[in-house]
């Protein structure tokens, strides 16, 4: 199913000729898990009130939630090469309106967390036991308002349950836009920061995915406070030429490209 997914994320960005690659094919593992593995949902009926909500903070990924949604049958996978096409309901980045299966608009980094709070509290409000699962990206954690709402999440205390409903997860390619985090903005040591703002926090090998379902297991037992995810992924993962490479953080792959990468993905 990675590979899959990896397939549709070339061809969908190759053929609409521009989109993000890199951080697509990073987050595949950690995607594929939560799909085909962890979430409690039902792809007949995408607005069930008990289904595990997915936030993708990092809205650039979209392609890759698209396949996801695609492959799980939200959607169909003959839908996937309308990406970011007039009129289709695959835009660039998440739409809320369009997209079943999607649970944010999102693509103005920073915000994905804050509102995956705001949902977590809802479900406790509401006594349901759905769980709330937020992607972020390592650079976006350079966001101030990731780290609010890292701090609100350990703090919010309702009917005295923190909120243990709620995982994120970091797609720490070591990479954003301009290149490496360390020449960017120094993220480390980020696990202890996490720690330190008093979350549950697992590092896992973000392409593994035993060690993946394992985190999410893990996370479901943790009582009292929320987990975070940190999965070591590599930028660009399991195409060559794009594998922590810069340049394919935003760029769609040249028909001579996309063929290459296929290969790759045979
Ligand atoms: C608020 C905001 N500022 C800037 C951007 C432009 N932008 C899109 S992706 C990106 C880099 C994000 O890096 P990271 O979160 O590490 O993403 P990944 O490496 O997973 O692709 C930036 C700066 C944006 N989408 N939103
Ligand atoms: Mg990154």
């Known amino acids: 199913m990675a590979k899959k997914l990896r397939r549709h994320v070339i061809t969908m960005i190759g053929k609409a000729g521009s989109g993000h690659p890199g951080g697509s094919l990073s987050a595949v593992e950690i995607v594929t898990a939560l799909y085909f593995k962890v979430l409690r949902h039902s792809p007949a009926n995408p607005r069930w009130e008990d289904r595990d909500r997915f936030i993708l903070s990092k809205g650039h990924a979209a392609p890759l939630l698209y396949a996801a949604l695609a492959e799980s049958g939200y959607l169909h996978v003959d839908e996937l090469p309308s990406l970011r096409t007039m009129g289709s309901c695959l835009q660039g980045h998440c739409d809320v309106t369009t997209t079943p299966g999607v649970e944010m608009s999102s693509g103005s980094l920073g915000q994905g967390l804050s509102f995956g709070i705001g949902v977590a509290l ?100 943790v009582k009292g406070r929320p987990t975070v995810i940190i999965a070591h992924t590599t930028k660009g993962k399991a195409v ?26 045979k």
């Open 122 to 221: 809802a479900g406790h409000l509401d006594g349901r036991s759905y769980r709330v699962y937020v992607l972020l990206g390592d650079g976006e954690c350079d966001e101030g308002q990731v780290w609010e709402a890292a701090m609100a999440a350990a703090h919010f205390r309702p009917s005295d349950t923190k909120l243990d409903n709620l995982v994120a997860i970091i797609d720490h390619n070591k990479q954003q836009i301009d290149g490496w985090n360390y020449e960017v903005m120094n993220l480390e040591p980020l696990a202890e920061k996490w720690k330190a703002f008093g979350w549950h926090t697992i590092e896992a090998d973000g392409h593994d995915l035993s060690q993946l379902i394992s985190a999410f297991n893990e996370a479901k037992q």
């Open 240 to 265: 060559s030429f794009m594998e922590n490479n810069p340049d394919f953080h935003g760029k769609a792959p040249t028909a001579d490209e996309m063929d290459r990468a296929l290969e790759d993905l």
